[in-house]
């Protein structure tokens, strides 16, 4: 090695020039010299490789020969990489095949003091932005400590920080200290990666209490990013719906009801929002939140009335419902009047119905009134009921007659 400095700094030396060199090679030493004559003057080492300072002290006028002999300083060029990711919400974890990488995350390197860093040449280290698979690296460092510094993406909640392979501390969010040595593995330290978390809006649509599936919920809005936000989804087998990996941003959650039913009352969930109307919930929702309880209620209509005898309460009367629900299916059920005189068809969808009244033995048909849900009469003891969806129809009264001599 020292023969081909010697001969590559365009001095000729023989063995005999140095003390306790012990024996050389020619053929290794004309290997180095070729080799670092086919690299070039202007080759520059680069992560992973060795860099080799030669100090040539020059001339000593007090020794013979009269020149110092040239210092060797060597050491690795090292770098730092990493991946900036959003977990699936609601999940902080390590990154994984399942998570969202992140392009265009502004990524800052600094000394451990605070100070701006220079690379092996003396060039400051600029910032860098992750690429399209969120990764991010600085090259041609040399050993020392430094700070990673994540500029936090709009929109995304905080995550899970990883220390890379070359070892160090994140205690502060966004940071990563790391300790990089000449002789990291690889020469890289990797895994340095920036974990985020994204937003979900979550509910419920009931019944009387009981979850529906198949109902439809769309999400509309704008992100913190400002990009339009469209999506559909259905309730599952429990009622519960779910819009996952939102940034933070302004929904609208719009509820359309099962055909049939009617709109029940609305809340808000834990994220923060309002109600428009009984089908319509705006939410506010943060940077890794997740808003839990947007939930919708859809109700059932009813068919209700009174049998009376000259202004009394008849119990015990016949009444027979017939008809067609809204989704087209064949309607058929009785009931009797309580001792009262009230009946109730409960729990019906919108549709169209016949209520058709069963006299008491020996009594008369009197006169009918059709209900607040609005219909017809037909006859004395028929009446049409056209009933809306999650509409109370009350009044459907019947009356009966008793004859007389005279």
Avoid: C, R
């Avoid at 978390?197 to 649509?205: A, D, E, K, R």
């Avoid at 939140?289 to 059932?300: A, D, I, K, P, S």
């Amino acid at each position: 090695m020292q023969d081909a400095i010697w001969s590559l700094l365009g001095n000729s030396y023989s063995n005999s020039n140095f003390i306790n060199i012990g024996t050389v090679n020619t053929n290794n030493v004309n290997f180095l010299v070729n080799a670092a004559e086919a690299s070039g003057a202007n080759f520059t080492p680069t992560t992973g490789q060795h860099i080799a300072l030669i100090i040539d002290a020059g001339v000593n006028p007090y020794q013979t020969p009269n020149l110092y002999q040239p210092l060797i300083v060597e050491t690795t060029l090292v770098g730092l990489s990493g991946t900036v990711y959003a977990d699936k919400s609601p999940v902080t974890a390590a990154l994984d095949g399942t998570d969202t990488l992140l392009k265009g995350v502004t990524i800052t390197l600094e000394n451990a003091d605070g100070t701006a860093v220079h690379d092996a040449y003396g060039n400051v280290v600029a910032s860098v932005t992750t690429d399209a698979n969120g990764n991010y690296s600085f090259g041609n460092l040399l050993a020392g400590s430094y700070i990673i510094q994540e500029t936090q993406p709009t929109g995304y909640g905080q995550g899970l920080d990883t220390v890379g392979s070359q070892g160090g501390s994140a205690t502060v969010q966004d940071q990563i200290v790391a300790n990089l040595s000449a002789n990291t593995t690889g020469a890289i330290g990797a895994g340095n990666n920036f974990g985020e978390t994204t937003s979900v809006l979550v509910g419920n649509v009931t019944e009387n209490g009981t979850g529906l599936s198949g109902v439809t919920l769309t999400l509309t809005g704008t992100d913190a990013n400002g990009n339009t936000v469209s999506e559909t989804t259905t309730t599952g087998t429990g009622g519960s719906y779910n819009f996952a990996n939102l940034l933070g941003g302004s929904y609208v959650i719009t509820e359309t009801p099962l055909n049939g039913n009617g709109a029940g009352t609305d809340s808000v969930g834990s994220q923060g929002g309002s109600t428009n109307g009984a089908t319509v919930l705006n939410a506010t929702l943060g940077a890794g939140v997740n808003g839990t309880g947007n939930n919708f209620t859809e109700t059932l209509g009813s068919l209700a009335g009174n049998v009376t005898e000259n202004g009394a309460a008849l119990a015990g009367v016949t009444l027979t419902l017939t008809g067609t629900d809204a989704n087209g299916h064949a309607v058929n059920a009785t009931t009797t009047t309580a001792s009262n005189g009230s009946y109730n068809f409960a729990n019906l969808l919108g549709g169209s119905y016949v209520i058709t009244e069963t006299l008491l033995a020996g009594n008369g048909a009197g006169t009918d009134s059709v209900g607040s849900q609005g219909g017809s009469t037909n006859g004395a003891t028929v009446l049409n009921a056209t009933l809306g969806a999650g509409v109370n129809g009350t009044g459907n009264n019947f009356t009966e007659t008793l004859g007389s001599l005279a």
